[in-house]
């Protein structure tokens, strides 16, 4: 997590393979890029905005910075009119050294049943959207190698995004079965890994592959999140994202308001920290973090919102260092 208690929050993920990674930053509130190392920073491939309020966005000129010259395209999610927005953020610059650069910026308006795209270029001052295609989505918007992005939509005073990350499965050697069969380690192992087919030289011997696969190889679960923030959570909206939301290990959701204000949360299309905890609950999320605090609320009340949290679901936490000592 990114930002501090009761100010702009945002989620950095990098998935890693140990073959690859993908870097996403999902949201870009003011400041929240404070902590991170500019590389860190330049080397995000996918930005990921919930909605375009001031308190996801602010940050982007920085972003941007760190970012407009890279070598790789840098690519941007976020709810129809997101283009349109960023575009005229890429104008408030003088480009005057444009013929020289080389950055490409794709930035995605996503909408309930497809992602429209649109790709601007440094070398033309980013002054032209050029139209980059339009597909059809089915809830999964972006896939790479690392991970995979599904976006949920909400509702949050007009379209809000939510975001599923989920690593794809991998397979993995049960070493005690690899020592049962009394067999070592070797170039073999590397071939099956990769999808061999036939027989195999195992160190002299010749075994099949299709047999060692199924006496050696576990499925491995990938690492999963959703991050939900900025968004009205009443009685049907639950009903509605409790299944999408299962099988997700770990939520990041919002919790502007305390369990007293559900009246106030409801009017401006936020939730309370007891909303959330029955989301989790419901959807069977094994652990929760709460983030995106109203300002309203003083650092010595939120042990209370946290407690409330608990009561429901109770492996909730803020993220590290949030809590008063």
Avoid at 52 to 78: E, I, K, N, S, Y
């Amino acid at each position: 997590m990114l930002g501090r208690p009761a100010e702009d929050n945002a989620l950095w993920v990098t998935a890693d393979s140990g073959q690859g990674r993908t870097r996403l930053l999902l949201d870009c509130g003011a400041h929240v890029l404070d902590t991170l190392p500019f590389a860190e920073v330049q080397a995000t491939d996918h930005l990921l905005l919930s909605h375009l309020h001031m308190d996801h966005v602010g940050g982007f000129d920085d972003f941007f910075r760190a970012t407009f010259d890279r070598a790789a395209p840098t690519h941007a999610w976020g709810p129809p009119g997101t283009a349109r927005i960023l575009g005229h953020r890429f104008q408030g610059f003088w480009w005057n050294h444009a013929p020289d650069l080389r950055g490409q910026w794709v930035v995605h308006d996503v909408h309930d049943t497809h992602v429209r795209s649109y790709r601007f270029d440094a070398r033309e001052a980013f002054a032209t959207a050029h139209e980059a295609g339009t597909r059809t989505h089915g809830g999964t918007i972006l896939t790479t190698a690392e991970v995979s992005v599904q976006a949920v939509p909400l509702e949050h005073h007009g379209r809000s995004l939510g975001f599923i990350l989920r690593e794809p499965d991998r397979e993995r050697v049960n070493t005690a079965a690899l020592a049962g069969l009394g067999l070592r380690p070797g170039p073999w192992l590397a071939a099956l890994k990769g999808g061999a087919k036939g027989d195999l030289d195992v160190n002299g011997q010749v075994h099949h592959a299709d047999a060692l696969r199924a006496a050696l190889m576990e499925r491995e679960r990938g690492e999963s999140l959703a991050y939900l923030t900025d968004f009205l959570l009443d009685d049907a909206q639950q009903a509605r994202l409790a299944p999408v939301l299962r099988g997700v290990q770990t939520l990041y959701a919002e919790a502007q308001y305390a369990p007293e204000d559900q009246d106030l949360a409801t009017r401006h299309q936020h939730t309370t920290v007891t909303q959330v905890a029955t989301l989790a609950y419901v959807a069977g999320i094994p652990a929760l973090t709460l983030l995106h605090l109203s300002r309203r609320y003083r650092p010595e009340q939120w042990p209370a919102m946290l407690t409330a949290a608990q009561a429901i679901h109770p492996a909730t936490g803020f993220p590290d260092g949030w809590l008063p000592r």
